[in-house]
């Protein structure tokens, strides 16, 4: 199992949420068909789906024999968690009463009947 924060990459890549982020991937993929077919069929995909798991299982590999780039994804990744530029909302599972989806609120929410 790949570590988590590359689970959260590979669902922000899925939903190309942050473009320096994806060309960073697809430009160390560009050799690797299988690696390159992952991040192709995890796009639009769910983040706990099969297709963002499989390419987080690429990114770990890929991280495993170059260094050099496992130091850019996760200096990429952290500069965009400090920025705040990506906000990531996941709801699992049956789902009553009212739920919010959100990354900044401000004021207040209020639900009617």
């Known amino acids: 199992m790949p570590e988590y924060i590359l689970i959260e990459i590979a669902a ?3 939903g190309k949420a942050v473009e320096s982020l994806y060309e960073l991937v697809r430009g160390k993929f560009r050799d690797r068909k299988q690696a390159l077919a992952a ?3 995890a796009q639009g995909a769910a983040p706990d789906s099969p297709q ?3 390419l987080a299982e690429e990114l770990s590999a890929a991280e495993d024999y170059d260094h050099d780039f ?3 994804l996760r200096a990429e990744w952290a500069a965009i968690q400090a920025s705040g530029g990506s906000a990531s909302n996941t709801i699992t599972g049956p789902v009553t009463g009212n739920v919010v989806q959100a990354r900044d609120i ?3 929410i209020t639900f009617g009947n």
Do not use: H, M
């Open 39 to 41: 991040l192709e069929a």
């Open 52 to 54: 963002v798991l499989a």
């Open 12 to 14: 922000a890549l899925a």
């Open 70 to 72: 496992r130091g850019r």
């Open 106 to 108: 401000q004021g207040n």
